[in-house]
C-alpha cells in the first residue's frame, strides 16, 4: 500500500481565515513532505519533516505553518493567506533510507 | 549547478505511436532519477525509478526509461500510446548530498490524438 490521503480535497479561504490542511500516511514512513503546485508548474518544495523534526523550511513565509504531531499524520496550517496562495497542495512522504517519494492527491486551495 | 532538463513542454503523438519523453540532467555523479504522472486535478503517481540497479527500467502503464550515463538522460518511452496517456509528465532527480530533495523538471505535456 503506497497511499498517502489528504483531506480537505477543496477550499476556499478569505484572506483573515485561519484553517488547516492535514495528510497521513501509514506505511511507516519517517520523512513527510509539503510542496506547492501553482498550475503548469512543477511542484515547489515547502517544508520536509524528518522523524518529526522540521529538516528542511524553503524560506516558506511564516503564514504557513507546519506541524508534525507524529510519524504518520502531517498538517499544515494556513493564517492570513494571499490570493497569490491560491494552488495546489500536494503532501508526500518517504523512507528516509530510500528515495522515493509518495505523492497525496493534494488540496486545490482559493484565497479569495 | 546540478538541474534537470525536459526537452519539449507539449507533445504530440498519435494513438498506437511511440512515446518519447526527454530528460537530462547535470551532474558529476549518478543521481537517482524518477518520472511521474500527473492526471488533472490530481496528485503526482510513480511510474518508475532508476537507482543504481539496472539501467533499464520498467513501470507501470507500459512505460519504461533508460539510464545513459555517457549521455546524462534519462528518456521515457512507451511503444504504443493510448489516449489514457494524456498528462502531465515530470522528471525528478534526487541528486547526490542533496537529502531527501527532488529536483524536478518543469514537466511535459502529452496529448494523445486519434
Known amino acids: 500500500d503506497t497511499e498517502v490521503t489528504q483531506t480537505p480535497k477543496h477550499l476556499v479561504m478569505g484572506m483573515t481565515n485561519k484553517k488547516s490542511l492535514k495528510c497521513e500516511q501509514h506505511?511507516?514512513?519517517?520523512?513527510m513532505y509539503w510542496y506547492k503546485q501553482k498550475a503548469k508548474k512543477p511542484p515547489e518544495l515547502m517544508f520536509v519533516?524528518?522523524?518529526?523534526?522540521?529538516?528542511i523550511n524553503e524560506s516558506v513565509p511564516s503564514r504557513f505553518s507546519p506541524e508534525c504531531p507524529n510519524s504518520s499524520l502531517l498538517n499544515l496550517h494556513l493564517h492570513a493567506l494571499q490570493p497569490e496562495d491560491s494552488a495546489l497542495y500536494l503532501c508526500?512522504?518517504?523512507?528516509?533510507?530510500?528515495?522515493?517519494?509518495?505523492f497525496g492527491p493534494g488540496t486545490r486551495l482559493l484565497v479569495l | 549547478a546540478q538541474s534537470v532538463t525536459q526537452l519539449g513542454s507539449h507533445v504530440s503523438v498519435s494513438e498506437g505511436a511511440l512515446v518519447l519523453l526527454r530528460c537530462n540532467y547535470s551532474?558529476?555523479?549518478?543521481?537517482?532519477l524518477f518520472w511521474y504522472v500527473q492526471y488533472p486535478n490530481q496528485g503526482l503517481q510513480l511510474l518508475l525509478k532508476?537507482?543504481?540497479?539496472?539501467?533499464l527500467v520498467k513501470g507501470i502503464n507500459g512505460f519504461e526509461a533508460e539510464f545513459k550515463k555517457s549521455e546524462t538522460s534519462f528518456h521515457l518511452t512507451k511503444p504504443s500510446a493510448h489516449m489514457s496517456d494524456a498528462a502531465e509528465y515530470f522528471c525528478?532527480?534526487?541528486?547526490?548530498?542533496?537529502?531527501?530533495?527532488?529536483?524536478f523538471g518543469t514537466g511535459t505535456q502529452l496529448k494523445v490524438e486519434l
Open positions: 508526500a512522504s518517504s523512507q528516509v533510507e530510500l528515495e522515493t517519494q509518495y
Open positions: 506505511m511507516g514512513h519517517r520523512a
Open positions: 519533516y524528518s522523524y518529526e523534526k522540521l529538516s
Open positions: 551532474s558529476s555523479v549518478p543521481p537517482y
Open positions: 532508476y537507482t543504481s540497479a539496472a539501467t
Open positions: 525528478a532527480v534526487k541528486f547526490s548530498g542533496g537529502g531527501n530533495k527532488l529536483t
